[in-house]
């Protein structure tokens, strides 16, 4: 909604989720910079982006864990802040240029994700998770979402909390939870039916698709 | 000239102006009116002439699907004329649930279907009755439906089956109606049972305390049922001591049925399954005691995929085998063919071993009998006489009492026929014809009509400008009557002539299909003599362009698709409260980040309506250009999202668990909960929190004026009250047993003044037009004054509202404490979604009345209902009137059941009135918006129904089609025509047009 200025990049940068406002304040200095047009920050398109180790994780909590929430989590957050540093960081582009990683962001933003899946319980409570028994299995469900959103979140971080950018990798996430929960209800009396796997699984899917078409879209 | 004079001609000229003025206002107003009137009569025969062909549809429906048949309670008792003597004293019976035909008769190995997984495992039926006398095997056939539930009764009462039979309690748990167990009861046998709970619930009175049921509708489960009859067996029968305690000895095994319902036949499991009962049933022969008579059967037969429940040959086709030690059974041995896996063999009805049995034992056949005794338990010729003069003694005794087939030809021609067992054959043939088939042709027509309704509402509502419906609906009236008749007629002259079409039953039903061929092209001819095919998908695809038309679309496909699998029918309650969650969650995300779309549906939808802000303040200075909603609109609307949410979530913890939901499920709508103390203090702080939420509601627009005080300050905080107060008594009564005061006359006097109140005083009052608006005259400075009018913006919706209200305060009396709160809550949940349509400017989309709609069903199951008969709150229709009195009881159970339907139903209209200025649009415009926002919520309820039908007849061999799909069917069906019903006319016949000529008289330039 504001246009506001930094010092690293020299040219007027927009934020704003106005598309219109945008462009017009790009085409103001379209002259100089010629290729102007793309977005002020942006996720490259490239396949490196794609979060394969997202798929791997999925495929070990299935066969092999015995749905042990907790196990995932501790070795999904490693491995997503290296997916960050390695391959997210690099691929997004603030202006013209690459920041470099900051360090105490990455932990900040670890914290952040830690707090924000309080907010995220409560979403998923008010779709209609139990509320009081199974409470830890939906926060570790609210967990997992946050976290998976990670990468998305440091960088919402890094430009100043201006969401609008960013908003599709939380989306994708949401999405694939909202889809999933369609295979909750039936009668196959599987154990990956339990509650919160089918959710953990469209999260996780629905992470990998929008981490991996994001810069497309 | 004298310019006085033309002065003075100058100021008569004004004043004749001065008066003629207004006279030629009001003359064009009284013009404007009296169209109005007579397009609003249109709209409403056009909208009845639609709920005609959709009840038709239904009817054709229901007629085609639901089979019925009226049961006596009439007791058989023994003829003293016809004296028989009982061949055993005590009787073990065995059902092996799903046992086909097939499994225990030899198969030969090479024969095309033979497969060693079902075939040539349980032997030992066909081994002993082979070539000896004391047992005999036969084919035993059943009557479609093939579910276990109906062919207990069929078997045990000797009669066909229906989903409904009329006569008895809906509650379809103990069987009312004479019965071989009831029979055995009354005749003092002790009878012993275990298995399948089913029996458990149809005959619990008459079994012995010492019975163990088992749960049954876990397929999953193969053991539990077959070990817990095993052991039980082991108890009562192979152990000598305790043989004598008990009379009639039955068991229900479920592991086949189950290994057919998991696997299918072809599977190893099913191999075990019939290797145990091959095991079991040996070790009993070897044990039989004398004077016992030994019974195994089969229920039904499963198809080759496992499952059963329809007509298919392989289906029907069950055993029964009866043995007595050193029994003489007058067997005639050339009728057993076991070649070609027994396609010849001899084979009886189920219903035949009613009166078989009943001779056996020595009691009479039970009353509403049409089976006949095998010819194999006669011992001798004047046996056999004996027992077909008892078996036709007991037909005829049914059939003068029932009068099922009236005083005609047939019933003569059937008397007349000397033969007895013909006698019989004829009698069941024509009460099959009666009760017991699908009639497709009927099905298929209801369905189709029930699409075609769909379309011409979808096209009249959504794809023909609703301006244009305006000037057409004189046309729809006119050819739908005209066509009707000629349609009529010739119908009517085909049928009394050549009896064609045949599915036809009656006249009546002739002219009821008549007529709705008449409507289909009466409301299709105008239509395409304006617009093409093609026009009509363009619009249809350009209707679906936007999001939240795209939004809704969603949200109907998947509530349609709900029934195409049991679990999600089951589970549909969690589902619509998802899905209103997730209306809520994307309203609030579009408040909270605002997406680019908005920009431009601002400048579609809003151009011609004047955006009033909130803050009172003009668009251009409470936000920025480029936003099409203020900061304000959006703090405002992110509330309305939170608290729908907030309350879908808190009211969809009250639910009453379905059966099937089972222990994912626990339900909070129980007695206990209903008449706690917490709950009756809840309903304490309903009687000043509703009308100070709906005050707040009124006071956005500042409309809390005038008649708002009174209505929702006084009569409904009032009535409120009083129903606290019945509902207080009510809880006092449950509580303390033994009162020594009698409430009675209280409890009946309480409610008669809320119904009298709200459902008539209240509505009368209406009609009178409370407004709710003031004029505020504050002077602003010594001699001028500036009036103010308050509540100007919200005239139409805030009087619209009172009439809910008078609604609401019915439907809080008839909801028990619990459902109260649920309705609380569902008062803010509506006003949010009114309050978000409208600041979304979404009044026209298809989303408002979706979202409504959704609501609606999400408060039927959270005021404790489900899609299931019996969940329906009986006892509701006991508040005003202590026995059944027609308008009352009904009244009563219809205002529980369908509440919050009739409540989205009448404020549907609000979709288009909240928030509506007067005189800024043309009082048809105003209609035609009110009708098309209610049809699209007809639309809705239309697909669910229709696809109700299609899914229904699609299921109708499924397991659980008599328990879920089919009382759902019931439930899209009741809802639909509730919802015609109110929406024609009450919401468009008596609410709109009173409103709308009040307004606009009163507020015209």
């Not at chain 2, 198809?303 to 003489?328: C, F, I, M, P, R």
């Not at chain 2, 057993?336 to 009166?355: A, C, E, F, R």
């Not at chain 2, 046996?383 to 037909?395: A, G, K, V």
């Not at chain 2, 007629?489 to 299909?513: K, M």
Request: neutral net charge; contains cysteine; hydrophobic residues 45%.
């Amino acid at each position: 909604m504001h246009n506001r200025k930094r010092k690293t990049v020299k040219k007027t940068v927009s934020f704003s989720d106005d598309q219109n406002l945008t462009n017009a304040n790009l085409n103001n200095h379209r002259k100089g910079h010629i290729d102007d047009d793309t977005p002020p920050v942006y996720v490259r398109k490239s396949w490196t982006l794609i979060p394969f180790h997202l798929l791997a994780l999925l495929y070990w909590f299935l066969k092999y864990t015995d749905f042990n929430l907790l196990a995932l989590l501790y070795i999904m957050i490693p491995t997503q802040v290296i997916y960050l540093i390695f391959r997210f960081n690099k691929n997004t582009i603030y202006g013209k240029k690459r920041l470099r990683l900051n360090w105490l962001l990455v932990f900040i933003t670890l914290g952040a994700c830690l707090l924000l899946s309080i907010p995220c319980l409560a979403i998923i409570v008010l779709f209609g998770a139990p509320f009081v028994e199974l409470l830890k299995e939906s926060w570790l469900l609210a967990l997992h979402c946050c976290f998976l959103t990670y990468p998305a979140v440091y960088d919402v971080f890094n430009c100043n909390f201006k969401v609008g950018y960013f908003k599709k990798y939380f989306i994708s996430v949401v999405i694939g939870c909202w889809i999933s929960c369609f295979v909750i209800p039936l009668d196959w009396d599987r154990d990956w039916q339990a509650w919160p796997v089918p959710l953990i699984v469209g999260a996780y899917l629905g992470s990998f698709i929008g981490f991996s078409i994001g810069g497309y879209i | 000239m004298n310019p006085t004079v033309s002065d003075e001609r100058d100021r008569a000229e004004r004043i004749r102006l001065s008066i003629m003025g207004p006279q030629t206002r009001s003359s064009r107003m009284s013009y404007r009116i009296s169209r109005f009137k007579s397009t609003h009569t249109l709209y409403i025969l056009l909208l009845a002439s639609l709920a005609v062909l959709q009840f038709i549809s239904i009817a054709f429906f229901a007629k085609g699907f639901l089979l019925t048949r009226t049961v006596l309670d009439n007791v058989a008792e023994l003829d003293p004329q016809l004296p028989f003597e009982a061949k055993y004293d005590k009787m073990v019976l065995l059902i092996v649930d799903a046992l086909r035909f097939d499994f225990v008769i030899p198969v030969d190995e090479n024969h095309a279907k033979y497969n060693p997984n079902y075939h040539n495992n349980l032997k030992v039926l066909y081994e002993t009755a082979h070539n000896s006398t004391d047992s005999v095997l036969l084919k035993f056939l059943a009557d479609p439906p093939t579910t276990t539930l109906q062919r207990l009764k069929g078997l045990t009462t000797g009669s066909l089956p229906t989903f409904i039979d009329a006569g008895s309690n809906f509650n379809g748990d103990v069987i009312d109606e004479d019965n071989l167990i009831k029979q055995l009861y009354l005749h003092n046998k002790k009878i012993f049972f275990a298995g399948d709970d089913t029996w458990d619930a149809l005959f619990n009175p008459y079994l012995a305390p010492e019975s163990v049921p088992y749960e049954s509708l876990n397929v999953w489960d193969l053991d539990t049922v077959d070990n817990g009859v095993i052991s039980y067996l082991e108890e009562y029968y192979f152990n000598e001591e305790k043989r004598s305690e008990y009379d009639i000895l039955i068991g229900h095994m479920l592991g086949v049925d189950h290994v057919g319902h998991k696997y299918g036949p072809n599977h190893f499991t099913m191999k075990e399954k019939q290797l145990q009962v091959d095991e079991l049933l040996r070790k009993i022969i070897s044990t039989a005691d004398d004077n016992t008579l030994y019974v195994v059967m089969g229920d039904h037969g499963m198809d080759h995929t496992g499952n059963h429940g329809g007509d298919s040959q392989d289906e029907l086709e069950s055993v029964l085998w009866l043995y007595a030690k050193n029994a003489n059974w007058s067997k005639d041995y050339d009728s057993y063919n076991t070649t070609d896996l027994g396609t010849s063999y001899k084979q009886m009805n189920q219903i035949d071993l009613v009166p078989t049995l009943s001779l056996l034992l020595g009691i009479p056949i039970p009353f509403n009998n049409l089976g006949w005794p095998l010819d194999e338990i006669a011992n001798d010729p004047e046996e056999l006489t004996l027992y077909h003069n008892i078996c036709r003694n007991q037909l005829e005794k049914y059939l003068s009492v029932s009068n099922i087939i009236g005083a005609t030809a047939r019933r003569d021609a059937l008397i007349s026929v000397e033969n007895h067992p013909e006698f019989q054959q004829m009698f069941l043939e024509i009460c099959k014809d009666l009760w017991a088939r699908f009639d497709f042709t009927s099905i298929c027509v209801g369905i189709a009509l029930m699409a075609f309704s769909l379309i011409l509402l979808l096209i009249i509502i959504k794809l023909i400008p609703s301006i244009v419906v305006g000037q057409m609906v004189g046309d729809f009236v006119g050819c739908v009557v005209v066509i009707s008749a000629i349609s009529n007629v010739s119908f009517q002259g085909i049928y009394q002539v050549l009896h064609q079409p045949a599915f036809l039953d009656n006249s009546l039903w002739c002219s009821a299909f008549a007529t709705s061929v008449g409507i289909i092209l009466g409301v299709f001819i105008p239509i395409f003599d304006r617009y093409s095919v093609q026009w009509l998908c363009l619009r249809l695809v350009e209707e679906l362009s936007d999001y939240w038309s795209r939004i809704a679309t969603l949200f109907i496909t998947l509530h349609a698709l709900l029934f195409t699998s049991n679990s999600f029918t089951i589970w549909e309650d969690r589902i619509v409260a998802f899905l209103l969650t997730t209306f809520g969650m994307l309203t609030l995300y579009e408040f909270a980040f605002l997406p680019q779309r908005h920009s431009t549906a601002a400048i579609l939808s809003g151009a011609g309506e004047k955006q009033g802000t909130l803050s009172g303040k003009s668009v251009g200075e409470s936000n920025s250009d480029s936003l099409p909603l203020g900061r304000f609109a959006r703090i405002l609307g992110g509330y309305h999202s939170i608290v729908l949410v907030l309350c879908t979530r808190l009211s969809s913890m009250i639910t009453i668990c379905r059966e099937e939901q089972g222990p994912y499920c626990t339900p909070t709508f129980t007695i206990s909960n209903n008449y706690s103390y917490y709950t009756m203090l809840g309903c304490l702080f309903l009687i000043p929190a509703i009308p100070s939420c709906i005050k707040g509601y009124y006071n956005v627009c500042s409309s809390y004026q005038a008649a708002a005080p009174i209505w929702i300050g006084l009569i409904l905080k009032g009535s409120l009250f009083a129903s606290f107060t019945y509902w207080s008594l009510l809880t006092i009564e449950n509580k303390f047993e033994d009162l020594a005061w009698d409430l009675t006359i209280w409890k009946y006097t309480i409610s008669r003044i809320i119904v009298g109140i709200s459902l008539i005083a209240c509505n009368i009052g209406w009609m009178k037009g409370p407004l709710c608006v003031k004029l505020n005259i504050h002077n602003t400075d010594l001699k001028s004054q500036q009036a103010t009018i308050l509540g100007y913006s919200n005239v139409y919706g805030s009087q619209y509202f009172l009439l809910v209200i008078n609604f609401l305060m019915a439907i809080m009396l008839f909801n028990k404490p619990l459902g109260q709160l649920s309705i609380f809550l569902m008062c803010n949940q509506l006003l949010s979604i009114i309050e978000i349509c409208d600041l979304l400017k979404v009044k026209e989309s298809l989303i408002g009345p979706v979202a409504l709609g959704l609501l609606a069903y999400q408060q039927f199951f959270s005021t404790g209902h489900q899609a299931t008969i019996p969940s329906v709150q009986w006892d509701m229709g006991f508040i005003l009137t202590e026995k059944i009195i027609f308008p009352w009881t009904h009244l009563g159970i219809v205002l529980n059941t369908f509440g919050p339907f009739i409540l989205v139903a009448l404020s549907v209209a609000l979709l288009t009135l909240w928030k509506q200025p007067p005189s800024v649009l043309q009082p048809q415009t105003i209609l035609a918006r009110i009708v098309s926002n209610s049809g699209t919520l007809l639309i809705y309820n239309s697909v669910l129904c229709l696809s109700s039908f299609v899914w229904v007849t699609h299921f109708r061999r499924h397991l659980m089609v008599w328990k879920i799909f089919c009382p759902r069917f019931l439930f899209a069906s009741l809802c639909l025509i509730v919802s015609q019903l109110v929406v024609t006319f009450i919401t468009i016949g008596f609410a709109s047009s009173r409103l709308i000529r009040q307004i606009s008289q009163l507020f015209s330039k």
